[in-house]
């Protein structure tokens, strides 16, 4: 057993590091600073760079345009990228359709989409939830009706992340109403500008348009835009959902936020006293470091079993519960640390006017960032389904 | 001991309770807090004449109700249950047990004021550097003739944008954060010299950004006596942390009962997700946390009038358990709610957000934390 990385992959460290630095565009860090709600191109910005360069999905097979790094160079890169407070890469295409589409789908449909997706000129969104299917995913009720070559889709979806960006969008659809309930579900893939497509904002807790509402009312989707086999879109969705919970340990970010509370801390003083010296704050961030320490070598660890080959497995539930309780202790501290300008909200009021932060910089999104982060524990299947996983399948309970 | 209310505190409850749930539902607080001004001066006039409880804990012969700080906990707990942005905090509170106490010159009318629904008030008294410290002060208040000149700058003043006075802190001698020297001024906030950034907060009130130059006040502006002014200070603000806890556990009880209510309706594998054994034991735990809220904010109230020390450690014992509950309860509601939690539509959000300002509002509970420790165990190391 060792903890040190190869002279390679130090190597390769240094590379990834250079390139970051070299190449991440600098207005990009002025939208991150000012922290507004970013606009499409912004998202788009780095993307473009990393597709470029070959490095937009560092875990396709290099048959489809991935960079063909073992785990752990994947791991570096994901470190570097965070370290550098780098945005991330929207997860939607590169992280969970196009694997799907790449594992099930079609030589033309690979042919049509995987270009797209890696390039970004196709962004994608994710019609899973519904209104009535949250954690019970398998309940949703949006219908894909057979005519001729199309299915004829109706339905909501709701919760659709960035979907107002969205070209394309892969949804889950019931095909079968009479099948048991995981087995009458298709996975389609739905063009955003199909007539019948209705895209309606969710303003969330901290003022942000994050999330929508997707109606669809008799959209005509052709059915070789549907992945795998009619009614066994299930086995692709929980293919989708192992991966979207890999990566989501977040610890490199949290390194970073916990890098801000503490810098927060240092200027923040009572009585004389930063409260980086305060011994009850001080000991806030130590506990908080060494639960991030211990979700660390946990990752460190899966990540060794999947060099070794072995896919993501339920332990990955464990990496999301506590990756996301610290990213929302993180939010809890610095909310803290900023006081009293913690409460101001100038967000778009007046509707005329300067905008201005009130207060210091660190402090003015502290609480719109600490409401927003409560969605951690709920999206991605919740940190109550998260124990029911580990509990089932890894405890046998 | 006795933990029953009177006929009048139940009658002012009832008053207040069929006032938020008539003229104050949630529609109707949402397009308060998204109108212009942010708030509705009409209804400040309804609390004062017609409910008449703007009085409650002023004596009869000033013109109130002849109530004290249960009065207010009343009253600010189902303001608390409406989510209630009107300025009852900074004006009968705050304002109303700085003149109470510590008198001064304008004091009898300015209470009249306050029961007529004439006058509002805003506390200011936080400035940039000061975190919690109520005596740390930049703010200046240098002896003029007979009055004094006013200069400083203070923040995330809760209410400044409907206030026509402030009640100000500043520094008539000492070093910065010398207990002696303070001062308490009551200022009207139209005074030449002072300049105003108004903006809402994250939980539907509205603050400012207040700089003072050169204000000149007349020595009628006194409340209390010059530079002894922070035993007040203390006395006063603690007084709003006991009306805040009472506020802070309508606010919770009713998220409480929305989780409930959402937890029995919501079904998810077929069956309500009140059903699952998890749930139930977190709502037990929100229920937990509520009811030792309540206890804790009847201590409080009840020992506002001890000594310095017995109420100082009261407060801060107070003030540390409804932190800990908002924000176990306002997390717990939003987990519970789901995806709809997070929305800006539902009304539980809006609860979360008032009831995580609670939590910090005259001080963290780590500011209190170190406060109790200090007088229940001796000189912090």
């Known amino acids: ?397 | 001991m006795d933990f029953n209310f009177t006929d009048e505190q139940n009658m002012l409850r009832d008053t207040v309770a069929k006032f938020v749930q008539n003229q104050y539902d949630w529609d109707s607080r949402r397009a308060i807090v998204k109108s212009a001004a942010g708030w509705r001066p009409d209804l400040w006039k309804v609390m004062a004449e017609e409910l008449g409880i703007l009085g409650a804990p002023f004596s009869e012969d000033l013109g109130g109700l002849g109530g004290g700080p249960v009065d207010n906990m009343i009253v600010m707990e189902e303001f608390g249950k409406g989510l209630v942005v009107e300025p009852y905090l900074g004006t009968v509170v705050l304002a109303g047990g700085f003149l109470k106490h510590g008198g001064g010159a304008q004091s009898a009318e300015l209470i009249g004021s306050i029961i007529g629904g004439e006058a509002t008030f805003a506390f200011a008294y936080a400035e940039p550097q000061g975190r919690y410290n109520l005596a740390d002060l930049t703010t200046t208040a240098k002896a003029d003739g007979a009055g004094f000149v006013l200069n400083g700058r203070k923040a995330v003043v809760v209410g400044a944008p409907w206030a026509s006075h402030l009640i100000v802190t500043a520094r008539t001698s000492g070093g910065q954060r010398d207990a002696k020297g303070v001062t308490v001024f009551v200022v009207p906030a139209d005074a030449a010299g002072i300049t105003r950034r108004d903006y809402p907060t994250v939980d539907g009130l509205r603050a400012s950004e207040i700089q003072f130059d050169n204000v000149k006040l007349g020595a009628e502006s006194v409340i209390g006596t010059v530079d002894n002014g922070l035993p007040l200070v203390e006395r006063v603000t603690d007084e709003a942390i006991a009306a805040l806890g009472a506020e802070a556990v309508g606010a919770m009880r009713t998220a409480h009962a929305m989780t409930i209510d959402y937890a029995r309706q919501r079904k998810q594998f077929g069956v309500p997700i009140s059903s699952f054994q998890v749930l139930q034991h977190r709502m037990v735990d929100m229920f937990m946390h509520v009811e030792q809220s309540v206890s804790m904010t009847y201590m409080a109230t009840l020992k506002l009038d001890e000594s310095d020390e017995e109420r100082k450690k009261a407060v801060s014992a107070a003030k540390v358990q409804i932190g800990k509950a908002c924000k176990f309860v306002g997390q717990s509601a939003i987990q519970i709610h789901g995806g709809m939690g997070m929305t800006d539509e539902l009304a539980v959000g809006h609860y979360f957000k008032r009831c995580t300002m609670i939590e910090g509002l005259f001080g963290s509970v780590d500011h209190h934390l170190r406060r109790y420790e200090t007088l229940s165990l001796g000189e912090a190391a």
């Not at chain 1, 780098?86 to 033309?108: A, C, K, Q, R, S």
């Not at chain 1, 086999?229 to 970010?253: P, Q, Y």
């Open chain 1, 1 to 397: 057993m060792n903890l040190d990385f190869s002279a390679e992959d130090n190597a390769f460290r240094a590379e990834v590091r250079n390139f970051i630095e070299t190449q991440y565009p600098q207005a990009l860090r002025a939208v991150q600073e000012e922290g507004e709600e970013m606009r499409k191109e912004d998202f788009l910005a780095w993307h473009r760079i990393l597709a470029n360069k070959g490095w937009v999905a560092p875990a396709w097979p290099t048959e489809y345009g991935g960079p063909g790094w073992t785990s752990v160079q994947r791991y570096i890169w994901s470190e570097e990228c965070a370290r550098a407070d780098t945005i991330p890469i929207l997860p939607f295409g590169i992280n969970m359709v196009g694997p799907v589409i790449y594992t099930f789908g079609t030589p033309e449909q690979k042919a049509k989409f995987l270009p797209g997706t890696l390039s970004g000129d196709i962004w994608w969104c994710q019609g899973y939830s519904e209104p009535g299917a949250g954690s019970d995913l398998a309940n949703l009720k949006t219908k894909a009706e057979r005519d001729g070559d199309f299915y004829i889709v109706n339905g909501q979806k709701t919760w659709t992340t960035l979907a107002q960006h969205a070209d394309w969008g892969f949804f889950l659809v019931r095909t079968d109403p009479t099948a048991k309930i995981q087995e009458g579900i298709s996975f389609l893939l739905i063009d955003m500008k199909s007539p019948g497509v209705t895209v309606r904002p969710i303003i969330t807790l901290g003022g942000e348009h994050e999330v929508n509402e997707v109606w669809l009312e008799n959209v005509r989707v052709p059915v070789e835009n549907r992945i795998f086999h009619e009614n066994k879109g299930w086995t692709c969705a929980k293919f989708l959902l192992a991966h979207e919970r890999t990566g989501i340990a977040g610890v490199a970010r949290s390194k970073r936020g916990i890098d801000r509370i503490k810098s927060m801390a240092r200027t923040e003083s009572e009585d004389g006293t930063p409260l980086i010296r305060d011994s009850f704050f001080k000991r806030k961030i130590a506990e908080l470091e060494i639960d991030l320490t211990s979700l660390e070598y946990t990752e460190l660890r899966t990540l060794a079993s999947e060099s070794a080959g072995k896919g993501p497995g339920p332990e990955s539930s464990l990496l999301k519960i506590k990756g996301t309780e610290i990213q929302q202790r993180i939010t809890e501290l610095a909310l803290e640390a900023a006081g009293h300008y913690g409460m101001p909200f100038f967000r778009g009021f007046p509707e005329d006017g300067a905008n201005l932060p009130i207060g210091p910089d660190a402090a003015h999104r502290t609480a719109p960032t600490y409401f927003n982060m409560r969605k951690t524990s709920i999206y991605g299947g919740s940190n109550e389904i998260q124990r029911n996983i580990i509990s089932k399948m890894v405890l046998g309970l």
